[in-house]
């Protein structure tokens, strides 16, 4: 009889009679455990490439400075499944285009010119930046996205990472691939679109590439090598096939 008055008065108040939770999302959820606003100095390789003529800037970190990331996270255990995917970051400048020019020649030197005046390829670059604001962004694919602020750039000669290139589902450079497959072996990387232009290079085959940007029958590419900042041309599309992402 009492729960019965209770239950009526509560009715007659206006009050709930139970508190219904809003549903929580998820990938919200994972953002607020990950949000980081302090500045953290994180060592990679820092990648600067162009798509579609926009910057894109990303961060390969090494071990030490993802368990770092990790660590600083105020929730660090709702989302430890994560801790392998944290190695690449998308950055956001701060600045103008014109600085981040500026503060990256004043760390590399000259090696950075080409790359601003074609306004193609990639450069990677062995650095310690500073960052903040760093935060899970969004997950698909079973796969962790992740951002933060770029505020600050020095050279680091010792790391010894190397830049990563998406697939299907992995974040990484979202730039096509392609693989050398030309039926004599090899294939020329040229220095512009022709077959007079001089050779720059002999690729052989299985060699992958970075396309740039088409110019009629011809891929402007970048090679996918060893070396950080490998060599840029041409080759023909008919010695190259397209790496379909799986």
Not at 16 to 32: F, R, Y
Not at 156 to 163: C, G, L, Q, V, W
């Amino acid at each position: 009889m009492r729960a019965l008055l209770l239950a009526a008065l509560m009715a007659c108040s206006g009050l709930p009679l139970a508190a219904h939770a809003e549903p929580v999302d998820p990938i919200q959820a994972m953002q607020q455990a990950s949000l980081t606003p302090q500045t953290q100095s994180v060592r990679g390789v820092l990648s600067l490439y162009w798509q579609e003529q926009q910057l894109r800037l990303a961060l390969n970190s090494d071990a030490a400075s993802q368990q770092q990331l990790y660590r600083n996270m105020p929730n660090p255990q709702a989302l430890a499944h994560t801790r392998s995917d944290m190695k690449f970051v998308d950055l956001h400048w701060r600045g103008s285009e014109a600085q981040l020019q500026h503060s990256l020649q004043a760390a590399f030197g000259d090696i950075t010119q080409p790359f601003w005046q074609q306004r193609r390829g990639i450069l990677n670059l062995p650095a310690q930046v500073r960052i903040q604001n760093f935060q899970l962004y969004n997950a698909e694919c079973d796969q962790y996205y992740f951002q933060a602020d770029l505020i600050n750039i020095e050279r680091d000669t010792n790391s010894p990472i190397a830049p990563i290139y998406a697939d299907s589902c992995a974040n990484g450079i979202q730039l096509e691939q392609y693989v050398v497959n030309a039926q004599d072996g090899y294939a020329n990387l040229r220095a512009a679109p022709n077959t007079n232009a001089a050779v720059l290079q002999r690729l052989p085959k299985g060699s992958k590439l970075a396309a740039l940007a088409p110019q009629g029958a011809w891929l402007q590419v970048q090679v996918i090598g060893k070396d950080r900042n490998s060599a840029m041309g041409y080759v023909h599309q008919s010695q190259v096939k397209l790496i379909e992402i799986e």
